[in-house]
């Protein structure tokens, strides 16, 4: 079926490195693309979206890049801090012309460990 | 803006009793989801109501129903707990349902069914 999956499942790096945390989709219909960071104990916390549009967009310290040729997201993290550590998901959904959009399908996600 | 709250935060049921959680959107939102997340099975849709009309509803059995009131609070309820039930529970809220926007998540409630 449609899903969205994610290639590693850990990612260990250096404080002060950046990190890199990918994401493949299978379905081509997508036109919307969110990163979620999830803490221990707490909801998902949004980070930064991109539309189909789209094949890079940039936020604070982060950068979402999207390739539809090979239906490749990535989360890039630039300077990674202790506090980056997490849980990263990324989600997709389609915008359905009158009918609203299809629920969110999110990946497995990726644990971020930061080492001091 | 407060986010969105969740009530309670951590519950414990035993198998056979049903169970209501709440949710309070952040105030101006209309759409309210709720999503089951376990280790195993990550996050998985449950339903999404706007206007007090559910819009979408995941593959959940129907032990798992939920309402959405005018003021846009949402319950979800499950009926006859299972062991299998035991999860976190997700709510999220945006502007619409009928474009694509951030969805902000709670804190969520945690569900242990013994």
């Known amino acids: 079926g449609e899903s969205v999956g994610l290639h590693l499942p850990t990612l260990s790096v250096q404080e002060g490195d950046n990190s890199i945390i990918n994401c493949a989709y299978s379905?081509?219909?997508?036109?919307?693309f969110i990163w979620y960071k999830q803490e221990s104990g707490k909801g998902p916390q949004f980070i930064i979206d991109i539309r189909s549009n789209m094949d890079k967009r940039q936020g604070q310290r982060v950068t979402v890049l999207l390739n539809k040729t090979v239906k490749h997201l990535s989360l890039q993290i630039a300077a990674t801090q202790p506090g980056d550590s997490a849980v990263y998901f990324c989600a997709e959904n389609t915008l359905l012309s009158g009918s609203g959009n299809t629920p969110l399908v999110f990946g497995k996600g990726t644990r971020l460990s930061v080492i001091a | 803006k407060a986010g969105v709250t969740q009530t309670p935060r951590y519950l414990i049921k035993t198998r056979g009793q049903q169970v209501t959680l709440s949710c309070s959107p952040i105030s101006g939102h209309r759409s309210v989801s709720w999503y089951q997340q376990t280790p195993g099975q990550g996050l998985q849709f449950l339903f999404e109501?706007?206007?007090?009309?559910?819009?979408n509803k995941g593959n959940f059995p129907g032990r798992f129903s939920g309402r959405q009131f005018s003021n846009s609070r949402s319950e979800m309820n499950v009926s006859t707990l299972e062991l299998g039930d035991s999860a976190l529970y997700l709510c999220?809220?945006?502007?619409?349902?009928?474009?694509?926007?951030?969805?902000?998540f709670g804190p969520g409630t945690r569900l242990l069914v013994l």
């Open positions: 109501y706007f206007s007090e009309t559910q819009r």
């Open positions: 999220a809220s945006s502007f619409l349902w009928d474009s694509q926007e951030t969805q902000y």
């Open positions: 379905n081509s219909a997508s036109d919307y």
